[in-house]
C-alpha cells in the first residue's frame, strides 16, 4: 500500500531504492503461499499470480512469474549490489544479467532465509555477489597477464627481427668492402706496371714518343705541323708537360732531405699562407692555379717552413682534382712529422670554368682538410681559419 498510494514510488524509484522494495516484499511473504491454497486455473503470462494484484507496477517484472522467491532473491542481490564499493559495483554491473540468472538458481535457500527473519539471507545473497565479482576479477587479472606475456613476446620479436638487420647490414658492408678491395688491387697492379714500364724509358723516348703524338694532335685540328711557327712545337709542348707533371717522378721523402728538427720548446700552432700552386685538371688536362694554406701543432718535432711549399709543389704537380689534392698534402704532413693537428686550405681557380664550359671567369673553389686537434677542437679550428683570413683571401 505505501507503493501503491507514494506517487514517488516508479520504476526508477523502485531500482534506486532497493531497501523499500525488500521491506515491502517481506510483508507480501507472510501471505499464504500458492502451494497451501487450492488449485486455480493457469493465468496468461503477462497475468501476475500469488495476489499479484495488490502490487503496483514497481514490483510487477519481478512477480510475473509461479514463483515469487526468484523475485526475492533478486531484490536481495540489488540490496548487497547497492552497499557495495564503487569498483565492486561497477564489474557487477557488467554482469547483472549473469547475477539474476544464479540469483534464481538458489531462491530456494534464499526464501528460507528470509522466511526465518535471519540475517544469513544477506550474507549468503552477499556471499553469491563477491563470488561473481571474485570470478570476474580473476579474469581481468589472467587476462592482464596475457596482456604483458605478449607484450613481452612481441618486444622479443622486434630486438630478433633488428639483430637480424643489423646483421645483414654487416654482411652487406663486409661484402661491400671486400669487392672494392678486390677491385682496388687491380687497378694498383695495372697502374705499377705502367708505370714501371714509363720508367723504364729514357727521357729521349718520352720526348720523341710525346712529340709524335703531339704532331698527331696538331693534324686532327688542321693545324700543318710542318710550318715555320710549328716546327718545334711538338718538342716544347712534350718537356712543358714533363715539367708539369714531374710529382710523379718525386716522393715527400726526396723534397724533405731530412729537414726534420726536434723542438719540444714550441707547442703552439705553425701557419705559412699564400702558398701559390699550378696544377692540371685530370678531366680536361687544363691548368688550375690559387694558393694553399698549411698550419700545423707540433708534437715534439718541425719541419723546415719551404719544405712544406715543396710538400704542396710534388702533389701539385701531377693530374690532379683540388678535393684530393688538399688531403695529399695533410696526410704528407702528418707522415713527416706526426703533428697534433694538421689544416690545409687550398683556394684555387680552374681554367675549365673559365676558359671554356661555364666561363665563368670570377669564380673560385675552396676545400679544406683538417686532422687531429684540428679535427676535434672547433676553437683550434677557428683559430687557424682566422689566421688565413687576418687580411683577407687574395685575388687570383
Not at 501503491?4 to 516484499?25: D, E, G, M, V
Not at 549490489?81 to 544464479?102: C, D, P, Q, Y
Not at 645483414?168 to 695495372?190: F, I, N
Request: net charge positive; aromatic share 4%; charged share 30%.
Amino acid at each position: 500500500q505505501d507503493f501503491k498510494h507514494n506517487p514517488q514510488a516508479s520504476p526508477t524509484h523502485f531500482r534506486t531504492c532497493p531497501h523499500q522494495s525488500l521491506s515491502y516484499l517481506n510483508a507480501i511473504s507472510e501471505l499464504p503461499h500458492a502451494s497451501s491454497r487450492p488449485p486455480r486455473k493457469e493465468c496468461p503470462s503477462n497475468v501476475a499470480v500469488d495476489n499479484a494484484s495488490a502490487l503496483t507496477t514497481p514490483l510487477r517484472r519481478y512477480i510475473h512469474i509461479p514463483n515469487i522467491s526468484v523475485c526475492r532473491a533478486a531484490i536481495i542481490l540489488e540490496v548487497k549490489k547497492f552497499n557495495m564499493s564503487s569498483a565492486s559495483r561497477t564489474l557487477s554491473n557488467k554482469v547483472s544479467i549473469e547475477g539474476m540468472e544464479e540469483a534464481a538458481s538458489v531462491s530456494s535457500s534464499a526464501v528460507a532465509a528470509i522466511s526465518s527473519g535471519s540475517s544469513s539471507s544477506d550474507d549468503s545473497s552477499l556471499s553469491s555477489s563477491e563470488k561473481i565479482c571474485e570470478k570476474k576479477k580473476e579474469v581481468v587479472l589472467t587476462k592482464v597477464g596475457t596482456d604483458e606475456v605478449k607484450a613481452k613476446a612481441k618486444k622479443g620479436r622486434k630486438e630478433k627481427r633488428r639483430k637480424e638487420r643489423r646483421e645483414k647490414k654487416d654482411r652487406k658492408r663486409r661484402k661491400r668492402a671486400e669487392g672494392d678491395d678486390a677491385a682496388s688491387e687491380k687497378p694498383s697492379v695495372t697502374a705499377a706496371a705502367a708505370e714501371s714500364s714509363v720508367n723504364a724509358m729514357s727521357d729521349n723516348d718520352k720526348m720523341a714518343k710525346m712529340a709524335s703524338a703531339c704532331r698527331t694532335i696538331l693534324e686532327c685540328i688542321g693545324e700543318d705541323s710542318n710550318r715555320e711557327g710549328l716546327l718545334k712545337t711538338p718538342e716544347r709542348w712534350a718537356k712543358a708537360l714533363l715539367f708539369m707533371t714531374k710529382g710523379y717522378c718525386q716522393t715527400c721523402d726526396d723534397v724533405t732531405n731530412g729537414a726534420v728538427f726536434s723542438e719540444d720548446s714550441h707547442k703552439e700552432m705553425v701557419v705559412v699562407r699564400d702558398i701559390d700552386i699550378h696544377s692540371l685538371c685530370e678531366h680536361h688536362m687544363v691548368p688550375f692555379t690559387g694558393r694553399v694554406h698549411i698550419g700545423y701543432i707540433p708534437n715534439g718535432k718541425i719541419i723546415g717552413l719551404s719544405k712544406l711549399a715543396r710538400i704542396a709543389e710534388v702533389f701539385a704537380r701531377r693530374l690532379q682534382v683540388q678535393e684530393r689534392l688538399t688531403s695529399q698534402i695533410a696526410d704528407a704532413i702528418v707522415d713527416a712529422i706526426d703533428p697534433l693537428g694538421v689544416a690545409v686550405v687550398a683556394d684555387c681557380s680552374h681554367m675549365c670554368m673559365v676558359m671554356r664550359g661555364v666561363q665563368k671567369c670570377s669564380a673560385s673553389t675552396v676545400t679544406s682538410s683538417v686532422r687531429g686537434c684540428f679535427k676535434k677542437n672547433a676553437k683550434t679550428r677557428a683559430e687557424f681559419f682566422s689566421i688565413i683570413h687576418r687580411n683577407g683571401m687574395r685575388s687570383y
